[in-house]
């Protein structure tokens, strides 16, 4: 465990989870997720320049896939 490995463990600085989820997920996904997540995972998000919602459902790579699903599991977590 990263964590453990550390004084304060998950509470030192330089651990950092949103890294090792994101790793975690580049390396369990398959590489064509975003092309089996196209039309079938809808997020909807507000975009902050105009405030209009936005439903997003086509994803260019799996790189992207993750960010736009990280953003709503990050803002759900958060809340």
Do not use: Q
């Amino acid at each position: 465990m990263r964590a453990r490995a550390r004084a304060l463990g998950p509470f030192h600085p330089s651990f950092d989870i949103n890294r090792i989820l994101y790793d975690l997920l580049m390396r369990t996904l398959p590489d064509d997720a975003h092309i089996k997540a196209n039309g079938r995972l809808y997020i909807s998000v507000t975009r902050v320049n105009d405030g209009k919602n936005v439903i997003i459902n086509k994803f260019k790579s799996k790189e992207e896939l993750i960010k736009v699903s990280w953003l709503v599991i990050f803002n759900n977590f958060c809340l």
